[in-house]
């Protein structure tokens, strides 16, 4: 799989240094390296422009990486409503949302996801494009309240489906969300609701789109 993804990215990712200036930030602020690869993040711009989605809500912010290839996606015309749960992750984030010029397309809500997920819904927002890429424990609730919150047609995209490749590896060390993701993948690929395939690019990306 890493030999699959090497091979993908010297092909089709071209140096970026805004994204570059991302990481390193990420870096300086000793925050983990733990942002979607070069390649998930162009796929993240080019779903979100193929969709014409407008109004987009990441759950998981980390140093703002996947939040510019989402704004990207949806240009000058587009809203980000990003969740995460470290109030100086969000604030590292927005500083580099700023320096890519989507400053004030972006709405950090800072704490629990699951929290700000339940005041979104109460206020009735509706959303056209999801990511999911937090706490893998809760992608099932995030996955549940994504729908309740979703235009018709939307388009849910979720991150390390693949575990590292342990979810299909019986023989490698499994991670501490493993069997979690076994569980939570089979859920998606039956679920009434979603029409989705999963990618096998970076750590894996379910692509799903909402049928309602
Ligand atoms: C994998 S990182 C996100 C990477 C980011 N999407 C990117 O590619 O640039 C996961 C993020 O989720 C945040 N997180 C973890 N648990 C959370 C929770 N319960 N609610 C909101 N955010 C959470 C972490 O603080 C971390 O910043």
Redesign the pocket.
């Known amino acids: 799989m890493k030999k699959v993804n090497q091979y993908i990215d010297s092909l089709f990712h071209n140096s970026d240094p805004l994204l570059e200036e991302v990481l390193a930030s990420i870096q300086e602020n000793g925050m983990p390296s733990?942002?979607?690869s070069p390649s998930s993040g162009k796929l993240l711009t080019m779903l979100v422009s193929i969709s014409k989605a407008k109004s987009v809500l990441?759950?998981?912010?980390?140093?703002?990486?996947?939040?510019i290839c989402l704004a990207r996606g949806f240009g000058e015309t587009g809203q980000l409503t990003s969740?995460?749960?470290?109030e100086k992750?969000a604030k590292v984030a927005h500083q580099n949302l700023s320096n890519a010029g989507f400053g004030d397309q972006v709405t950090y809500i800072t704490g629990?996801?699951?929290q700000s997920l339940e005041q979104l819904e109460k206020e009735n927002k509706r959303f056209d494009f999801f990511?999911i890429?937090?706490?893998k424990e809760?992608y099932e609730n995030y996955l549940t309240y994504c729908l309740k919150v979703a235009e018709p047609d939307a388009v849910v995209v979720m991150d390390n489906v693949l575990a590292g490749g342990t979810v299909l590896d019986t023989d490698t060390q499994p991670k501490r969300y493993t069997a979690f993701m076994r569980e939570f993948n089979e859920m998606v690929a039956n679920h009434p609701q979603l029409e989705s395939l999963l990618i096998p690019i970076g750590d894996g990306l379910t692509v799903a789109r909402v049928k309602k």
């Open positions: 733990i942002s979607v990441e759950i998981g912010a980390l140093g703002g990486y996947s939040g969740l995460e749960l470290e992750y629990p996801a699951l990511f890429d937090a706490d809760n």
